[in-house]
């Protein structure tokens, strides 16, 4: 029986973020995929050229598409715009009960924003409880969270914070953003599970957090573990890292077949 996924999120016509990346990533791990478009984004390797958020009758008009015929096996959120996008999702997720991944997109690696500064106060508070993995990178959280979070002591009062008083099942602090490996550390309530890789030198790292969070979505629609799911995942973006195809003027997208590379049937 076929599994199925849902990206809710932005554009990216070059293809190496948002929801076109996250439909190749459905794709590549034998999900169906599906996505619900909130901005359309103007962009490519070099930065953001222009956003036009989607009216958000529209965006509840494609949820009720969706979710009137198909309903997913899981859903993940990815850029949402503004803190009204976040109102309309949350019903969506609060009466389907099925794995939601949250990737708490704020900024692009371009440095232009993907999110409203209402929604950035607001993400906390309107869907971050729903989550059953939220992946933020090290700059998101520091701004959900109001505090310095680079130590190792802060990423572990950062991760009791999600569990304990945000109300997320888990969360995987990304370390992309850190000096050194590349190491994430996934909270559960079973404890902190540490995931190391080897930093690859490239510059060719647009959309990794979204292909990591897709992953972690078509792995849960599968049935999988959180913490199973997670593991897939940083293996799959370790690969898609290191055999990027090389496109773009800028910071070039990942490969979502670079699993095939290395022949690894994970
Ligand atoms: N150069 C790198 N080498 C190896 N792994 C990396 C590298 N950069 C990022 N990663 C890994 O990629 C995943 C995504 O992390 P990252 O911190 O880049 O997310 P992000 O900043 O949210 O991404 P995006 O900006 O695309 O939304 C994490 O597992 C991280 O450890
Ligand atoms: C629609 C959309 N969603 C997310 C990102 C973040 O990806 P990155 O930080 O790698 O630019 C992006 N650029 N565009």
Redesign the pocket.
């Known amino acids: 029986m076929f599994k199925t996924a849902l990206s809710i999120?932005?554009?990216?016509p070059t293809g190496g973020?948002?929801t076109i990346a996250d439909v190749k990533v459905f794709q590549s791990r034998n999900v169906y995929g599906m996505s619900a478009i909130t901005s359309i984004?103007a962009?490519n390797t070099t930065g953001v050229q222009q956003v036009f958020d989607q009216p958000v009758h529209i965006i509840e008009a494609q949820l009720d598409s969706i979710y009137n015929d198909i309903v997913p096996d899981a859903v993940k959120t990815?850029?949402l715009g503004t803190s009204e996008v976040m109102d309309v999702v949350r019903p969506f997720i609060v009466k389907h009960h099925i794995p939601y991944v949250i990737d708490p997109?704020m900024v692009?690696?371009?440095g232009d924003d993907?999110l409203n500064d209402d929604g950035k106060e607001a993400v906390r508070y309107k869907l971050l409880d729903l989550a059953t993995v939220a992946t933020p990178n090290l700059p998101e959280l520091e701004r959900i969270l109001n505090m310095t979070v680079q130590t190792k002591s802060e990423i572990e009062r950062a991760g009791k914070i999600f569990l304990n008083e945000i109300g997320s099942q888990s969360v995987v602090i990304k370390g992309g953003h850190l000096e050194g490996d590349a190491i994430d550390y996934l909270f559960t309530k079973e404890g902190c599970i540490e995931l190391p890789a080897q930093r690859i030198a490239t510059h060719h790292?647009?959309?990794?957090?979204?292909t990591f969070s897709a992953v972690i979505t078509a792995e849960l629609a599968k049935g999988h573990s959180i913490a199973t799911s997670v593991r897939t995942a940083k293996a799959y973006i370790t690969h898609a890292i290191r055999h990027n195809p090389g496109l773009g003027h800028g910071n070039g997208p990942v490969s979502h077949f670079g699993y095939k590379e290395e022949e690894i049937a994970y």
């Open positions: 999120a932005g554009t990216d973020a948002g984004v962009q990815g850029m997109v692009a690696k371009s993907l790292t647009h959309g990794t957090g979204c």
